[in-house]
């Protein structure tokens, strides 16, 4: 890396970071989901290991594979391949439940209500009805049952990666989610604030935007 650029990208770094109320564990999880949707190896591998210093490898884990709904597994993947060269140990396993519909909408409805269901009630093709089913299996039922992150972690960190897929409708929504789960819209501020040196200020600008109207 140019020197120049280092110097000066390592200084907004720690200035970030210096003022950032949140964790250096939190910080770091935040960061790991942005640099998992960004694919930024080097970055991440780099994060993986500093994160390691604060926080259990099957945390980490657990942040990369909440993911999975929002990005492509593609993605999760090569994030757990690149984990995989710093740390070998492989992560905790939890029951799947029997009944994943029933268990998702446990989590979904008291933060979402049948927002889904009801924008893609008129889809053709039976969409209509599988998509939303499919969300609550899946993005809830399969992942938001597992124990190893709670329910306010788990919004906090999606909405860092919804944030840098910059898409404004789900990043009002889960930011909605996230207030509901028990977040204040300071954790959430600082959430978008701390991806400011990995995304840069356009994403972050819109987004805090977005979380502080979700909060009026």
């Known amino acids: 890396m140019d ?27 935040t960061i790991i989901s942005a640099l998992t949707v960004l694919q930024a190896n080097d970055d991440l591998k780099e994060h993986f290991s500093i994160a390691l210093n604060t926080v259990s490898v099957d945390l980490i884990r657990e942040v990369v594979y909440q993911l999975s709904p929002a990005i492509g ?52 093709a039976n969409a209509g009805k599988l998509l939303p089913k499919w969300l609550t299996k899946n993005f809830f039922g399969d992942y938001y049952t597992r124990g190893a992150l709670p329910v306010k972690d788990r919004e906090r960190y999606l909405l860092a990666a919804l944030i840098t897929m910059n898409v404004d409708f789900q990043i009002k929504a889960h930011a909605l989610g996230s207030l509901k789960a028990g977040n204040t819209e300071s954790e959430l501020i600082w959430t978008a604030l701390t991806l400011l040196p990995y995304i840069g200020f356009p994403l972050v600008i819109n987004s805090v935007q977005k979380i502080h109207q979700a909060n009026e």
């Open 3 to 29: 020197q120049d650029y280092k110097t000066i990208l390592k200084r907004f770094k720690d200035e970030v970071t210096s003022e950032n109320p949140l964790s250096k564990a939190e910080q770091e999880l």
């Open 73 to 124: 597994s593609g993605k999760v993947k090569n994030a757990l391949k690149i984990l995989n060269t710093v740390t070998k140990k492989d992560g905790q396993h939890f029951a799947i439940p029997e009944d994943t519909y029933k268990a998702g909408l446990e989590f979904q409805e008291p933060l979402y209500g049948n927002e889904i269901k009801d924008l893609m009630a008129d889809l053709p």
